[in-house]
């Protein structure tokens, strides 16, 4: 569990990229919540901070750049409540991009976001149904192990899990994206002609 950089508010799961807020999921008294969600609705000139931060509760105070966030556009939330036997009634909100919940079919991109204990096994259906969808031809089964290796191996099929650097910061989910190449028709077509996709 971390603790935000407004004290009163604690966080089970987050994903940073590139400095934007990509989801959270945040606890603590409504009045706290609420606002937060003030603050978000205003301006970068206009907020009481201008970046938000995550941290455990025994680290120093001194924030660790690569768990700040200074963007945060295209926020979706959902709000929730429940009772606890030490705290009374807290306040639960998820706050997401947009883009995480919908595939932009322009761009033939999208994400997956899952627990971070999330089975291996379903984790690849999931992520070859996501590729499915995205893709403008029919796809047979036995091709799943080419085609994700393929994704994977020329940067269109990116894993995040568990990690925090200066490009991302993850905990407690995993996150997938996927955003499929301008040539793959042409792709499945050599492989095709050449068998090699039929071979893995």
Request: glycine residues 4%; charged residues 15%; negative net charge.
């Given at each position: 569990m971390y603790v935000t950089s407004m004290q009163s508010l604690f966080c089970d799961a987050f994903f940073i990229l590139n400095g934007r807020l990509m989801f959270s999921s945040l606890h603590g008294r409504e009045a706290n919540v609420q606002a937060l969600m003030a603050e978000l609705t205003l301006g970068n000139n206009q907020r009481s901070f201008q970046s938000f931060s995550f941290q455990k509760p025994d680290?120093?105070?001194?924030?660790?750049?690569?768990?700040?966030?200074?963007?945060?556009?295209d926020l979706c939330k959902k709000i929730s409540k429940y009772d606890t036997h030490d705290y009374g009634r807290l306040?639960?909100?998820?706050l997401y991009a947009h883009e995480l919940t919908a595939l932009n079919m322009d761009q033939k991109s999208g994400w997956l976001v899952l627990p971070d204990s999330q089975d291996a096994v379903?984790?690849?259906s999931m992520v070859w149904n996501l590729v499915e969808q995205l893709a403008d031809i029919p796809l047979l089964k036995i091709w799943q192990p080419s085609v994700t290796n393929y994704l994977k191996h020329n940067g269109h099929l990116h894993l995040y899990e568990d990690?925090?650097?200066?490009?991302?910061?993850?905990?407690?989910?995993k996150a997938i994206h996927v955003k499929m190449p301008t040539d793959f028709e042409n792709w499945i077509s050599q492989s095709l002609k050449s068998k090699s996709i039929m071979s893995q």
């Open positions: 680290e120093s105070s001194r924030p660790n750049f690569a768990l700040s966030v200074s963007i945060f556009t306040t639960h909100v998820f379903d984790l690849d990690t925090i650097n200066s490009e991302f910061a993850i905990y407690g989910l």
